[in-house]
Structures are given as structure tokens and as C-alpha cells.
């Protein structure tokens, strides 16, 4: 039998990304490790779905909004896992996080261990801390914006 390598690379190449294919994030040795939960580089595989979450603040579904920035922080995080998973994504596909904060948490332990809930089994997603004058309103300390990479359809068979 005499198969054409050539045919069979284009014939591969032709083909729509595997379903389910990974988010690669790292971090170059070229560069110095991150100084918090982050990975500096997130990959998103072909024939992904891309979510650009608006920012969150830290408004609980009853509308209420805690009183301390690192409650504020915790439930904005939990806004968006609710939003990712209202659209069949998990928080391990987040690629990007940006937190915009008005007042810094006096301590950042809920905040980090509502991080390491988010991600375990998975590298964190690159993230961004730029501290702000003010945010919409006077009563938000901290808003939380997400990009997340939901891997293709499994194709119907």
C-alpha cells in the first residue's frame, strides 16, 4: 500500500480542533518566578469558545454587598464562577484575571484560599492587581474582570 505523507498531513490539517483540547499556561524560565498565584502565560488551543466576562464586583445574588474588600473579593470571584458555569465553562478555563481594587484587603487569606479553590488541579490563570482612584460606585472596593477559553463542541454524532 502506498501512502502519500503529504495527503495525510493535509488531510489532518483540515480537521477542527480536538474537542477538549488543554489551556497551556506557564512560566519561562527566561523570566523570574511569579511573585503571587499567577502564571504568566496562558495558551488558548484553536477552535476554542472565548467569554469576556464584565467586571464583577462583590454583589451577593440578594443584591447586598459585603462591607470588607476581601469579602467584596471572594464573591466577585464566586460571581464569575457562577457566570462561567451559567455557560457550561469552569474557572479553570479563565486565561486572564484583572482585579481593579479602590481599597486593598487588609489581609488577602479568604481571597487567596477562594483562588486555590478555584484552581486546584490547574495552574492559575495570568493575572493583573492595578490599583485604582475609585471604582463606579464609592461602595465597591474591588471589581474583577474574567477571559475564559471553553473548549469547542463535542461534534454531534
Known amino acids: 500500500m502506498n501512502r502519500n505523507p503529504i495527503v495525510l498531513i ?19 524560565p527566561t523570566v523570574a518566578k511569579p511573585v503571587a498565584a499567577y502564571s504568566h502565560v496562558a495558551e488558548v488551543p484553536p477552535g476554542t469558545r472565548l467569554l469576556y466576562l464584565a467586571g464583577q464586583v462583590g454583589n451577593r445574588p440578594d443584591g447586598s454587598l459585603p462591607e470588607s474588600a476581601e469579602d ?3 464573591q466577585a ?15 479553570q478555563d479563565i486565561v486572564k484575571l484583572t482585579f481593579y481594587v479602590a481599597a486593598k484587603p487588609a489581609s488577602l487569606a479568604k481571597l487567596n484560599a477562594k483562588r486555590t479553590e478555584m484552581f486546584a488541579g490547574t495552574a ?17 472596593l474591588i471589581e474583577i474582570e474574567a477571559i475564559a477559553a471553553v473548549p469547542a463542541q463535542a461534534p454531534a454524532k
Request: charged letters at 15%.
Open 10 to 28: 493535509t488531510l489532518l490539517a483540515a480537521l477542527p480542533p480536538a474537542y477538549g483540547q488543554a489551556i497551556r499556561k506557564a512560566n519561562p
Open 72 to 74: 467584596q473579593a471572594v
Open 77 to 91: 470571584l464566586e460571581n464569575i464562577r457562577l457566570i462561567l458555569a451559567a455557560e457550561g465553562a469552569r474557572p
Open 124 to 140: 492559575p490563570p495570568p493575572s493583573t492587581w492595578v490599583q485604582v482612584a475609585a471604582l463606579a460606585r464609592p461602595e465597591y
